[in-house]
């Protein structure tokens, strides 16, 4: 069974910076790779995805402030999150997509990231 756990969550003051990881048990290398973040009553929402040939997305509100990327080698891939704001804090989770020995997609448990004035 494929596990990811997330790492690299905190508390940080705003303007401040933090990366977080998410490290698999087996190799992502196909497979597309995804953050997702869940702020207090809020529903979760996507905030950026990168493919199996490194092509990225991004949620609006984080373009310009944070970048994914992965390391196929380390089956690791990583959020950097620049410019924090105080909406950013939100439990951020890493999920990735089926395909391959991966039947469906899975999620991490989470890691809490708090951004303070």
């Known amino acids: 069974q494929v596990q990811l756990v997330e790492s690299g969550g905190g508390l940080v003051q705003a303007g401040g910076s933090l990366r977080l990881s998410c490290t698999a048990s087996?190799?992502?290398?196909?497979?597309?790779m995804e953050w997702h973040r869940q702020a207090p009553g809020k529903q979760r929402e996507l905030v950026a995805t990168?493919?199996?040939?490194?092509?990225?997305n991004y949620n609006d509100s984080v373009k310009g402030r944070f970048t994914i990327s992965r390391d196929n080698l380390k089956n690791t891939v990583y959020l950097q999150m620049n410019s924090l704001k105080l909406e950013d804090t939100a439990v951020y989770y890493c999920?990735?997509?089926?395909?391959?020995?991966?039947?469906?997609?899975?999620w991490g448990k989470g890691t809490l990231v708090t951004v303070s004035s």
């Open positions: 087996i190799s992502i290398r196909f497979n597309v």
């Open positions: 999920k990735i997509q089926p395909l391959g020995v991966v039947r469906r997609e899975v």
């Open positions: 990168i493919g199996s040939g490194g092509n990225t």
